[in-house]
């Protein structure tokens, strides 16, 4: 019991990771009569970047853009796409291994001229 009469604790933690990832830690508390274990798990993602693309087309013909995602975590990943726009496509959902990089087909494909 803490000095308050409450039947909790504090205790401040300080995390600093060096970069994006998956980061695992185990906190062990030991008594004389008591130990107790508290698993921590900390996901650090990069800061993100806005990113401008630009298509020029001639009308009814499609271009195709294939943007790379690169997975540095630890877990695969399954990302859902929600697309804004018109004449844009693309597949609502990419999967992206650990480790690895995936290009993710953005069309554009104009049906007049805009």
Known sequence: LSLDGSDTVELPIKFTPRDAGCYHCQIRLKSSCDVRVYEIECVVNKD???AEL???TPAYQ???QNIPISNTSSEDWQLEAT???QDFYGPPVINVATGETALYPLTF???AEC
């Open 48 to 50: 993100q970047v806005d």
């Open 54 to 56: 630009e298509f020029l």
């Open 62 to 64: 499609a271009v195709i």
């Open 83 to 85: 697309l804004e726009g």
């Open 109 to 111: 494909n104009p049906l």
